[in-house]
Nanobody
């Protein structure tokens, strides 16, 4: 059974940092982090392939870093210089090899940036 288990969300002040972790029950070619703020569509924040190549949303470039430990089937999202507009539920996702699309999802973890 495919499982993605996230951890690391919470409340942080503007300018602060958080690190999210996501442990997968399988070895995925590509994994990523999405987020969804109230009233907004879910958006891709960052993605990373098994070889380490990564891509980022323009809004987080230079502030967020995605990384992965293939031996542990775990992906991380280091978030620095957090802004109130980063407040959202963050979802870990993995590519379904049968479709090539992000098709597996974690339960989500809340990140709130507020003073």
């Amino acid at each position: 059974q495919v499982q993605l288990v996230e951890s690391g969300g919470g409340l942080v002040q503007p300018g602060g940092s958080l690190r999210l972790s996501c442990a997968a029950s399988f070895s995925a070619y590509a994994m990523g982090w999405y987020r969804q703020a109230p009233g907004k569509k879910r958006e891709l924040v960052a993605g990373i392939a098994s070889g380490g190549s990564a891509n980022y949303a323009d809004s987080v470039k230079g502030r967020f870093t995605i990384s992965r430990d293939n031996a542990k089937n775990t992906v991380y999202l280091q978030m620095n210089s957090l802004k109130p507009e980063d407040t959202a539920v963050y979802y870990c996702s993995a590519v379904d090899p049968t479709t090539g699309l992000y098709g597996y999802w974690g339960q989500g973890t809340q990140v709130t940036v507020s003073s």
